[in-house]
């Protein structure tokens, strides 16, 4: 997954009348990218999914946005997956009154945003640096040492 001291916050939505194959198609554009490059793709992708995964992925940036206070342009998305939710067995008739099943599946929508760990550098850079620089602390006296003669110069004949 990813390193676990960036804040980051998920969004689920459950059992919603989709196939989780079919979600994690859709899914696996969108995964590790930013939030704008993600809500872009989802926009353009016409698979029914991609509404469904919008919601998902806005109410994730949503949960980000209220309790870590995270700008939602600048967060990433960190794991987006897909599981099985429970089957609705249906059946249609066929000829000579027989039955065919029909599986209504259900899947369940996870969408976890968070910090891109260059913002998250960033951020810890400036709350690192103290407000106002202070002057530095005087240096102890150094024992002094014995000043070097300059080398005596040459003089020159003049003719």
Same mark, same amino acid.
């Given at each position: 997954?990813?390193d676990?001291?960036?804040?980051?916050?998920?969004?689920?939505?459950k059992?919603?009348r989709?196939s989780?194959?079919k979600a994690?198609?859709v899914?696996?554009h969108i995964?590790?990218?930013s939030v704008?490059?993600?809500r872009t793709?989802?926009?353009? $992708?016409?698979r029914? =999914?991609?509404?469904d995964i919008? +919601?998902?992925?806005?109410s994730a940036? !949503?949960? *980000?946005?209220?309790?870590?206070a995270?700008?939602?342009d600048e967060?990433v998305?960190?794991?987006?997956y897909?599981?099985?939710g429970p089957?609705?067995?249906?059946?249609?008739?066929?000829?000579?009154g027989?039955?065919?099943?029909?599986?209504?599946?259900?899947c369940?929508?996870?969408v976890?945003?968070?910090?891109s760990?260059k913002?998250?550098?960033? $951020?810890?850079?400036k =709350?690192a640096?103290?407000?106002? +620089?202070?002057?530095?602390?005087?240096? !102890?006296? *150094?024992a002094e040492?014995p000043?070097?003669?300059?080398?005596a110069k040459?003089?020159?004949?003049?003719?």
């Open positions: 997954m990813a676990t001291s960036l804040m980051q916050s998920r969004a689920e939505a059992y919603v989709l989780a194959r994690r198609v899914l696996d995964r590790g990218r704008p490059e993600a793709i989802l926009a353009f $992708t016409s029914a =999914a991609a509404e919008g +919601k998902v992925l806005g940036v !949503a949960n *980000a946005e209220s309790t870590h995270l700008d939602g967060l998305i960190v794991a987006a897909a599981d099985e089957t609705l067995k249906r059946w249609r008739a066929r000829a000579r027989r039955v065919n099943r029909i599986r209504k599946r259900t369940h929508i996870t976890i945003v968070g910090e760990p913002v998250a550098e960033a $951020t810890k850079r =709350a640096k103290p407000a106002a +620089k202070a002057a530095p602390a005087p240096k !102890a006296p *150094a040492k000043k070097r003669k300059a080398p040459k003089k020159e004949a003049v003719a």
